[in-house]
């Protein structure tokens, strides 16, 4: 950021220490022939600030894992103590304001207890006990260096880690099963198909679907893989027939040896 600044104080400029090593001495002169109405001189300087930007603080948001109050258990005890607490509440002789924050604290307080935060997890069948395990072996990668045993340790976690992945896939894909039979008993056709999309949704990167010459989608990956090639033949692969009698006919080149023959080297 630069900043061309002028001060009419007795030849000078002032500027705070702070600013000092912003100034460039070498841009820095004087103009003596200024008509300014006045016996000094003009003086012009030239900073160089460089200023940070103030982040605030944000407050982040919070979010709690609701689905572990599809347990009847664990529901029975946030709604136990949530309205113990409620009822204290109602005791009080307090402002509407004092009692909004009281309950939005009494709500957070509980579900901390009772619900804990949610994690974030990129598959839906991870549980929090896979991702206790990854924070373990995020440690130990740090230590398996360190000695034969962290090394033993660590690679002992990794293959818990495995084990632990594929017992929670299996166990997500039968209540995924579970709940499509449930829903096509009790007449639910919209929860069954849509718990059976979730099953059956698998993610395909766009560069695994191509057309052909025609406009045929293909999903294949043989015939994907062979579209490419044919693709990439035709582009690097170009046949080029130039017209050679053009050179032959053109006036110009004509002209252009009758020139070169005269000209005396």
């Known amino acids: 950021m630069y900043t061309a600044i002028l001060v009419f104080v007795i030849d000078f400029i002032l500027t705070p220490q702070r600013y000092k090593s912003s100034i460039n001495k070498a841009n820095t002169r ?3 022939g200024a008509d ?3 016996d000094h001189d003009l003086v012009l300087a030239t900073f160089k600030l460089k200023l940070q930007c103030k982040r605030c603080p944000r407050n982040p948001r919070i979010r709690f894992d609701l689905e ?7 529901a029975d005890v946030f709604q136990a103590q949530v309205g113990g607490k409620f009822a204290a509440l109602n005791l009080m002789d307090i402002d509407v304001d004092t009692l909004a924050n009281n ?3 009494v709500l957070t307080t509980t579900a901390e207890q009772v619900v804990a935060k949610k994690r974030k997890r990129i598959q839906p069948w991870v549980t929090n006990e896979v991702l206790d395990l990854c924070d373990k072996q995020r440690e130990l990668r740090k230590k398996k260096h360190s000695s034969s045993e962290a090394r033993t340790k660590h690679q002992q976690v990794n293959r818990e880690v495995r084990t632990k992945m594929k017992a929670a896939k299996e166990n997500w894909i039968e209540e995924q099963c579970e709940e499509v039979e449930k829903g096509m008993e009790a007449g639910n056709s919209k929860r069954a198909y849509s718990t059976l999309k979730t099953l059956t949704k698998t993610s ?3 560069s695994a679907v191509i057309e052909d010459k025609d406009g045929k989608l293909l999903t294949h990956s043989e015939e994907v893989l062979k579209r490419w090639t ?5 582009l690097y692969n170009y046949q080029l027939n130039p017209d050679s009698s053009i050179l032959q006919d053109n006036p110009r080149s004509t002209d252009c040896e009758e020139n070169l023959q005269d000209f005396d080297w």
């Open 30 to 32: 004087t103009f003596p």
């Open 36 to 38: 300014i109405g006045s």
């Open 68 to 74: 572990k109050l599809k347990d009847p258990e664990i």
């Open 103 to 105: 309950i939005k604290e």
């Open 204 to 206: 395909q990167p766009r």
């Open 230 to 234: 044919e693709y990439c033949d035709g």
